[in-house]
Antibody, heavy 118, light 110 residues
Framework: EVQLVQSGAEVKKPGESLKISCKGS????????IGWVRQMPGKGLEWMGI????????KYSPSFQGQVTISVDKSISTAYLQWSSLKASDTAMYYC???????????WGQGTLVTVSS | QSALTQPASVSGSPGQSITISCTGT?????????VSWYQHHPGKAPKLMIY???NRPSGVSNRFSASKSGNTASLTISGLQAEDEADYYC??????????FGTGTKVTVL
């Protein structure tokens, strides 16, 4: 069974760093892209970026370029989303998703709630 | 890269059909057959309902169908049921080699 399991909820202060994770199982992790999606409170879904096999092939949506870093550790089938300096506006639910063999995302993680507050 | 345009809300009575539009540009929806649709209950993981414009994944009801014409894609839900009440998002591959979501549509079953 394909599963993407994300790390737990985080509460951070502005200026702190954070790295959240998404562990894949039940499939060949290195054969698929993994994407990240943000949903701010009361707002819609937004594509952040995608990464493939940890070989530096990473695409960021313009709105998130330079704001976050997406990485992967293929040895443990895990993708990451990280911030070097969080802002209150980073408060959101973050989802990871596997890209299927086309232009769609077929399996999703359960989401990680990030709260940034002083 | 602007979000694809969807109506904010669509409603219908049980048994009726509704259609949700998703309008982009020639750099996304109109340029690629990589439009997909997702059902989302807030706080839960989005669920893939349609991929590559009009294909249904295994397990998705055949009450869901979709198509594309030019820069606009559409999702139709036939025989509307209470369980269909959710937010729906379209997504398209873009000329920037990334993806863009639609603005989202809240479907209400009256």
């Amino acid at each position: 069974e394909v599963q993407l399991v994300q790390s737990g909820a985080e509460v951070k202060k502005p200026g702190e760093s954070l790295k959240i994770s998404c562990k894949g199982s039940g499939y060949s992790f290195t054969s698929y892209w993994i994407g990240w999606v943000r949903q701010m409170p009361g707002k819609g879904l937004e594509w952040m970026g995608i990464i493939y096999r940890g070989d530096s092939d990473t695409k960021y949506s313009p709105s998130f370029q330079g704001q976050v870093t997406i990485s992967v550790d293929k040895s443990i089938s895990t993708a990451y989303l990280q911030w070097s300096s969080l802002k209150a506006s980073d408060t959101a639910m973050y989802y990871c998703a596997r890209r299927g063999n086309g232009g769609y995302f077929d399996y999703w993680g359960q989401g990680t709630l990030v709260t940034v507050s002083s | 890269q602007s979000a694809l345009t969807q109506p904010a809300s669509v409603s219908g009575s049980p048994g009726q059909s509704i259609t949700i539009s998703c309008t982009g540009t020639s750099s996304d929806v109109g340029g690629y057959n990589y439009v997909s649709w997702y059902q989302h209950h807030p706080g839960k993981a989005p669920k893939l309902m349609i991929y590559d414009v009009s294909n249904r994944p295994s397990g998705v009801s055949n009450r869901f169908s979709a198509s594309k014409s030019g820069n606009t894609a559409s999702l139709t839900i036939s025989g509307l049921q209470a369980e269909d009440e959710a937010d729906y998002y379209c997504t398209s591959y873009t000329s920037s080699s990334t993806y863009v979501f639609g603005t989202g549509t809240k479907v209400t079953v009256l």
